[in-house]
């Protein structure tokens, strides 16, 4: 057993995790003059924001793809960074793009009508794509919450911070007054009512065209979501790969004299004479234990991590309070896979296809033309939650043409069965004949350690107290989370930056940054 030399005094923080959340803690606090060091379980900025620089340009998102440009402070952070112009559109649904459900391939400007006779669906539900069907369910549990979304909307984008204020205040008490079924809304599961509004067929469309599985999270906080993403939300991504931004972030941190530590696992937490005593494993870059370990001190603890790894962490007595396994377990994680492929040609311009977003019944369940401006690139499949399982059989094996992969892509291999597999469905929904791609790349977010995608709260918390423990979790001050986990859109780059923002200016007593106004 070691012990640290620098970050070993008491006095310094400790910062656990190098994702964008951390990176951001961090630098905030470097900029105001306080030791810290990032400690860091692998070898590189971003955590499940992940950038692939692809040969010949463009990048594959192994992990987050985009921005809402509603989110200002994300917007002035990046132009705070030098980034800003580095922002471009993100295409999502476009008209010519596909969907295919139950053996029908249909345009998406024609899903409503071209699919309806695939379902049997009733009259009020006839007409309605998934989007219509959902936001028609969430007005009837919620009733006013569509004038509600575009009064709050429109008030954000017009700097009318008092009339958005008072539409969020409005929603909230339509929200927990809001009763389905004889059970209030945050008792019940967002299947459960999906279930209360639609019929089963039209809940089948729902999940066979959104591209996602309709996943078993709480349903008031599942309609939070709805209602903060803007009715017509424009997306953007950062041409230089959305990693970029961690990358950016830890870069201020370093110029301002910050350390960090690679390699280092926190396995366990004790409390010490003024501050706290971590214990790390020291781990290899192929992820390895090496059998040796580091014990440092620190007076402040920010652990910017997701829930696996902290459910990992080991705790000494009167480190955590006695609601902390509790709330961990308040989100679920939703795992997801992606698997790109590159082409000799981009076949599926043929078909009219350039950019944007197709989804099907079929695992694929949602697939990107030239995401990251990649031209010869597609995001083959996109499934999670329970999609996500059709592919672990294929997870094994040899992997696919691996010289020329991994000449072609910067990030894991995938496997070759997978591959073929993807590469025959596609094929089949697109109803050609391509050659087999050239080269392909896999990230799994459901095998360990990276084992969790993004997360749902369940039915039945009140997110609001449990978002605030968490923030503060433990008995004493100086141990914090910084996690996008607990928050009303987990998964979001948004949701994690403003997580930091208020662990910094509650309880670590930050000034408000330079870039926000």
Not at 90 to 104: D, I, T
Request: proline content about 7%; some cysteine; glycine content about 12%.
């Amino acid at each position: 057993m070691t012990r640290s030399g620098w970050g070993g005094e008491l006095g310094g923080v400790a910062v656990i995790g190098a994702g964008v959340g951390g990176c951001y803690t961090a630098c905030r606090l470097t900029a105001g003059a306080r030791q810290v060091t990032l400690y860091e379980s692998g070898y590189r900025v971003g955590g499940r924001i992940w950038s692939v620089p692809v040969r010949g340009g463009g990048w594959a998102e192994l992990g987050a793809m985009r921005l809402n440009t509603e989110a200002a402070p994300v917007m002035a952070l990046l132009k705070h960074l030098g980034l800003a112009g580095s922002l471009v559109p993100f295409s999502f649904g476009r008209p010519e793009n596909l969907v295919r459900a139950r053996g029908r391939v249909v345009r998406q400007r024609n899903a409503s009508q071209g699919l309806g006779a695939a379902y049997r669906l009733t009259g009020r539900e006839w007409g309605a794509d998934a989007d219509g069907l959902v936001l028609a369910t969430v007005e009837a549990a919620v009733p006013g919450f569509s004038a509600l979304r575009e009064k709050y909307h429109g008030a954000v984008q017009e700097g009318r911070a008092g009339d958005a204020d008072q539409a969020l205040v409005d929603y909230r008490a339509a929200r927990e007054a809001s009763v389905v079924r004889g059970k209030p809304l945050r008792e019940l599961s967002w299947p459960g009512v999906l279930a209360a509004g639609l019929s089963p067929e039209a809940l089948r469309l729902v999940t066979d065209t959104s591209g996602y599985d309709v996943h078993p999270g709480g349903a008031a906080e599942w309609i939070d979501v709805v209602f903060h993403t803007p009715p017509r939300a424009e997306y953007v991504t950062l041409s230089c790969g959305i990693q970029a931004l961690p990358t950016a972030l830890h870069g201020e941190f370093r110029k301002a004299g910050g350390r960090t530590c690679w390699g280092r696992r926190l396995t366990r937490i004790d409390r010490a004479a003024g501050g706290y005593e971590l214990t790390f494993a020291i781990d290899d870059q192929e992820g390895h234990d090496t059998g040796r370990c580091l014990r440092v001190q620190a007076e402040t603890v920010v652990l910017a991590l997701p829930q696996g790894a902290l459910r990992r962490i080991d705790a000494g007595p009167a480190v955590f309070g006695p609601r902390w396994r509790h709330d961990l377990d308040t989100v679920e994680a939703v795992r997801a896979t992606k698997l790109f492929l590159a082409y000799d040609q981009p076949w599926w311009r043929a078909c009219g296809l350039s950019s944007g977003r197709s989804t099907t019944d079929l695992p694929l369940r949602q697939l990107w033309y030239e995401p990251g401006g990649a031209p010869r690139l597609l995001l083959a499949a996109y499934p999670s939650g329970p999609s996500a399982a059709v592919w672990d059989h294929l997870r094994t094996g040899a992997t696919y043409r691996e010289p020329a992969s991994r000449a072609m892509f910067a990030g894991p291999p995938a496997p070759a069965a997978a591959v073929d597999y993807a590469h025959r469905l596609l094929c089949r929904m697109h109803r050609v004949r391509a050659r087999p791609p050239v080269a392909a790349c896999w990230q799994d977010w459901g095998v360990h350690p990276r084992a969790e995608a993004w997360h749902l709260w369940r039915p039945g918390q009140d997110s609001q107290q449990v978002a605030a423990r968490m923030r503060a979790p433990g008995p004493g001050v100086g141990l914090h989370v910084v996690s996008d986990c607990w928050t009303g859109d987990p998964g979001s780059i948004p949701a994690t930056l403003g997580c930091a923002e208020q662990v910094l200016r509650e309880h670590l007593e930050a000034d408000l940054p330079p870039w926000i106004p």
